[in-house]
């Protein structure tokens, strides 16, 4: 196998889907490692690096939830959960909280494996954060604001916090993560919505406006979130680490 193929860690307590589905993937070009829970996981993850995770949202011991939520604390690695058919709540939650994608047990592989070259597509098309991995800040302060990454606040050179829909947060957080380059409306919807890109295909558009009228001097005339016809918006300020 090249070590040039994606390497790609699989997560599930059931023996049976992670050697079948192992087996699957390296049939189609892939390098796998296995883990039967999440501490497992973890120790797989500190030994080498991988570029997308499978997930199973329900293990014993510590759930897929909260490994979730580690791994995004040190990393950005893309992530698909496999969540058990009739568990909306948890694929909710797991879209919301940022996973990539997911995929309903029981599951067709060739589905999955779909899934996995689009997410991984999607990752290799979007521009490197600025140097910067997440987990390494938690506080990025911009012109007048700081963005609270941890408490998902974001509050002004007065102390007051501004209130963010879950949308308009990932999106700031899309920005600034970016500062000064131009985010097509594809490569925000890749960042902010995932496998719901192509549901929400004008939200961007909705949404930054919304945004522009919470942070911008003058929302009829942008000075922060600039419009680049043709091209998609840039965050034009520059990004420091807050005290």
Request: aromatic fraction near 4%; charge should be neutral.
């Amino acid at each position: 196998m090249s070590s040039e193929a994606p390497h790609i860690l699989v997560v599930d307590d059931h023996r049976d889907i992670r050697e079948t589905l192992g087996r699957f993937l390296e049939k189609h070009g892939m390098r796998i490692t296995t883990a039967e829970d999440a501490a497992m996981a973890r120790r797989r993850l500190r030994a080498a690096a991988v570029d997308l995770i499978v997930l199973d949202v329900m293990m014993p011991g510590e759930d897929g939830l909260s490994l979730f939520r580690h791994i995004r604390e040190t990393m950005d690695t893309p992530v698909i959960f496999l969540t058990a058919i009739g568990e909306p709540m948890d694929r909710i939650v797991g879209l919301e909280m940022g996973a990539d994608d997911y995929v309903t047990k029981p599951f067709e592989p060739r589905e999955l494996l779909a899934r996995i070259r689009a997410v991984l597509r999607r990752s290799h098309s979007l521009p490197v954060a600025g140097g910067r991995k997440r987990g390494e800040e938690t506080r990025l302060a911009f012109d007048r604001w700081v963005l609270d990454l941890a408490r998902r606040e974001l509050t002004g050179e007065d102390g007051v916090v501004v209130s963010l829909s879950t949308a308009e947060f990932s999106l700031l957080e899309a920005l600034v993560r970016h500062p000064n380059m131009v985010l097509s409306r594809e490569q925000l919807l890749d960042l902010t919505k995932g496998r719901e890109a192509d549901v929400f295909d004008r939200s961007i558009d909705n949404q930054v406006s919304r945004l522009r009228r919470k942070i911008e001097p003058d929302s009829r005339n942008p000075s922060l979130i600039k419009t680049v016809w043709g091209g998609g918006y840039c965050l034009a300020a520059a990004v420091t680490p807050a005290p």
